[in-house]
Nanobody, 119 residues
Framework: QVRLVESGGGLVQPGGSLSLSCLAS????????MGWYRQAPGKQREMVAS???????KYGDSVNGRFTISRDLAKDIIFLQMNSLQPEDTAVYYC?????????????WGQGTQVTVAS
């Protein structure tokens, strides 16, 4: 079984920065893509950034150039560095992973971490 633990959310002023992390722990698993999604009140969940095992990163249009995703394969952890944050970045940020667990296809979501951008 795989456990996802997110951390790093909080309150930041417009123009500020925050860093999120998502750690996967457990046994007998391998993760392919890891990434971040976000959901603001009244809006659909949207992809923020994802990264493959090979390190190929993708970004949502609204965060491209401001956010950077990185990954430590050995530790099964990803980071999201968020710069130039704006009020419209306020949302619950969810870690999303997919891969194999116990030899079977696996995908899961983290519990979410709140990011609030306000002055």
């Amino acid at each position: 079984q795989v456990r996802l633990v997110e951390s790093g959310g909080g309150l930041v002023q417009p123009g500020g920065s925050l860093s999120l992390s998502c750690l996967a722990s457990g046994s007998n698993f391998i993760l392919y893509d890891m990434g971040w999604y976000r959901q603001a009140p009244g809006k659909q969940r949207e992809m923020v950034a994802s990264i493959s095992r090979a390190g190929a990163a993708k970004y949502g249009d609204s965060v491209n150039g401001r956010f950077t995703i990185s990954r430590d394969l050995a530790k099964d952890i990803i980071f999201l560095q968020m710069n130039s944050l704006q009020p419209e970045d306020t949302a619950v940020y969810y870690c999303k992973v997919d891969g194999l667990s116990g030899g079977r296809k696996y995908d899961d979501w983290g519990q979410g971490t709140q990011v609030t951008v306000a002055s």
